[in-house]
Nanobody, 129 residues
Framework: QVQLVESGGGLVEPGGSLRLSCVAS????????IGWFRQAPGKEREGISC????????YYLDSVKGRFTVSRDNAKNTVYLQMNSLKPEDTAVYYC??????????????????????WGQGTQVTVSS
């Protein structure tokens, strides 16, 4: 059983940056793919970035490419999402999720949230002036 806790959300002005962290407990993340998802009010959940267990493969939603960077430190059982040049449309609750690497198709990250077994509680990101 994997427990995930996100942190690092908050209120930031347009153009600002935040770094989200996703810390796992209960199991090593060595064999888990991790996805970062977000959901804004009235909108569907979307996958914005996913990373394989070995860090070899990553996926980014087109709207965040060049602005967001996913990384992981398996020794710390932590995955990060660095978010730069934030826009008001990035406002949402952000979740991290884990699933065994062998069952995840990383290229389907954008709409593939159902592949992920374990979820954090979410952290609010608000981009506003």
């Amino acid at each position: 059983q994997v427990q995930l806790v996100e942190s690092g959300g908050g209120l930031v002005e347009p153009g600002g940056s935040l770094r989200l962290s996703c810390v796992a407990s209960g199991s090593s993340l060595d064999y888990y793919a991790i996805g970062w998802f977000r959901q804004a009010p009235g909108k569907e959940r979307e996958g914005i970035s996913c990373i394989s267990s070995t860090d070899e493969d990553t996926y980014y939603l087109d709207s965040v490419k060049g602005r967001f960077t996913v990384s992981r430190d398996n020794a710390k059982n932590t995955v990060y999402l660095q978010m730069n040049s934030l826009k008001p449309e990035d406002t949402a609750v952000y979740y991290c999720a884990a699933a065994p690497d062998i069952i995840v198709v990383l290229s389907t990250c954008a709409s593939g949230w159902r592949q992920y077994n374990y979820w954090g509680q979410g952290t609010q990101v608000t981009v506003s002036s």
